[in-house]
């Protein structure tokens, strides 16, 4: 086939400039890596059994066989807190997961077909946000029996509206752009637009966002379980480790600040490499 | 592409290929108020020849486009391609009969997929179409991209913010016509575009409509950019056409007063007008939600009378192939 027109020069593209990791990156990530490998693999981790009580050894300070010392049951903090952590992150992934999944899934139908679809989605969404949500949620777990599943879908459910709200913006917006018409206008069905077209610019941001409510969702099974109102024991927690030994606060903080240091340091985490995650694709979406 | 099958779908000189009859669309709005955007139009476009459709922006020309391509359907009238009426046809069908239709829209950058490589959007059509395998379709892209003057291997992988917007406007005729339609809806293709990249787009359009035999209407605000490309030229005012006529004669003759105030402030060195009719239009165009009664372009034309706050003119014969809708035309 003969060439219509010249051709025209396209730009090479840029070498991929590899900027310095910043210790704000780094740190949140090495922290989060350690964590998760440490709670998927704590019972290779040459640890006390977090289980076994020892009543000779109650509130042990600190020591080689006890880094974080033990708590008042002679347990040790360090393996409890990593046992803890476990549940805390599985807990903020499956919940922010969870709302991702649905909120995604509502956000994109209500502002891609919009009209009386769109108004009742977003009705519903407002009626979600107009509850506390600790107390919803604090609600539903006394009524219902704390479970692992159970922290999982209440939290969850509080996060569905924020995505769904997050996506029908971002869809509002995308499905306005003329290759969204282009695709009409080539006989593609709604659901291929959905998926093909749209879905892929929304993915990003959400996972940004996603990032962050992950930490808020790290703290708020924190606070039901300070509540007694997340997973049961004999299963530690992070929340409940501290409601337990709050009372040894002053003779053995270390089973308190245990606990709360691996819950700070991951929400930390999260929020910091959350932030840059979010400024950097800001800067790429500014860039289009 | 063999050339055999190109041959096949050229123009049949006689053939309408595009009829629009009493074409509106109305838009609700907040608070219950309605904005008729076209308030009912009609033309025809005869095979292989390119309509122009100029006007101000915000007349309605853009959804013209859009509502003849079902971008969504018109709210009334009808929309007859090479004989098909679209509003009679079922969601299903209409899918069907997409590919003879196809659009180049106006921003080359919301055009395109940010997230889908070059490759990917110009074979998004086949891949709808379906009938083709992944080693078939990349041949058809290939072939396209080398037609629209971009070197696919270079542009394959690519996305389209690395891109130039004339390459992507490029991009954007290689996706409308992989699938060969027999009709081009080109929605102010360079508006957004470099004066001097305006010129190779505009001449790609051209070489495209005659080696693929295309029929087209050429949405524009800019009456120089309409001229070389059109046959004829539609000029419309706030919902309505006001003038139809060849575009030679719209340029020489025209005799409407608001396609005469179009032409007189083309910053063209070249003619005379400005000297002619050393009259700029005044004012804003009226909005469409509260249209001037009879004549809608009497509130700003030097020769309105009272007729023309009474009776709406209709389209009447000036000339071969040229009509006008004004109780005072020119000639």
Known sequence: MTTQAAETPVAAPAAVRRSRLSLSVSLPVLWLGAAALATIFSAYLPMPDPFRQSLLRTLQSPSPTNLFGTDSLGRDVLARSILGLRVSLVVGLGSVLFGFALGGALGLVSGFFRGRVDFWISAAMTLILSFPPLVLAIAIMSYAGPSLGLVIFTLGLLFVPAFARITRANTLSLADREFVLAARAMGMRNGRILLQEILPNLVAPLIAYGMLMVAVAIIGEAALSFLGLSVPPPQPTLGGMVAAERANLLDAPWAVFGPSLFLFLTVLSLNVAGDQLQRRIDQREAAL | ?331
């Open chain 2, 1 to 331: 592409m063999p050339d055999q099958t190109l041959s096949s779908v050229a123009p049949q000189s006689d053939a309408t290929v595009l009829e629009v009859q009493d074409l509106t669309k109305t838009f609700a709005l907040a608070g219950g108020q309605r904005l008729q955007a076209v308030a009912g139009i009609s033309f025809q476009i005869a095979a292989g020849e390119t309509l122009g459709l100029v006007g101000e922006s915000g007349c309605g020309k853009t959804t013209v486009g859009r509502a003849l391509m079902a971008l969504p359907p018109p709210s009334s009238g009808e929309v007859i391609l090479e004989g098909t009426p679209l509003s009679r046809l079922s969601a299903a069908e209409l899918r069907a009969i997409r590919p003879r239709m196809q659009m180049v829209f106006q921003d080359p950058i919301s055009s395109l997929n940010p997230k889908r490589t070059i490759a990917d959007i110009v074979a998004a059509p086949l891949v709808v179409a379906g009938g083709l395998n992944r080693r078939q379709r990349d041949e058809r892209v290939r072939e396209m991209l080398d037609a629209v003057g971009l070197d696919p291997g270079t542009v394959w992988d690519r996305r389209p913010h690395e891109l130039s917007g004339g390459q992507c406007q490029r991009v954007s005729v290689a996706r409308a016509l992989i699938l060969n339609p027999r009709l081009l809806v080109c929605d102010e293709p360079v508006s957004s575009l470099d004066v001097s990249v305006q010129a190779q787009i505009l001449n790609l359009l051209e070489d495209a409509k005659a080696r693929f035999g295309l029929t087209m209407l050429f949405i524009a605000h800019d009456l120089a950019v309409v001229k070389n490309i059109s046959d004829r030229v539609a000029v419309m005012y706030l919902g309505k056409i006001c003038e139809v006529a060849p575009a030679a004669r719209l340029y020489s003759q025209a005799a409407h007063p608001y396609t005469v105030a179009l032409l007189a402030s083309v910053p063209d060195p070249g003619t005379d007008f400005g000297r002619r009719f050393a009259r700029v239009i005044e004012g804003e165009i009226p909005s469409p939600l509260d249209p001037p009664s009879g004549c809608r372009f009497r509130t700003r034309c030097p020769k309105a009378t009272a007729q023309c706050a009474v009776e709406e003119p209709r389209l009447r014969p000036a000339g071969e192939n040229h009509v006008v809708a004004c109780h005072h035309p020119e000639h």
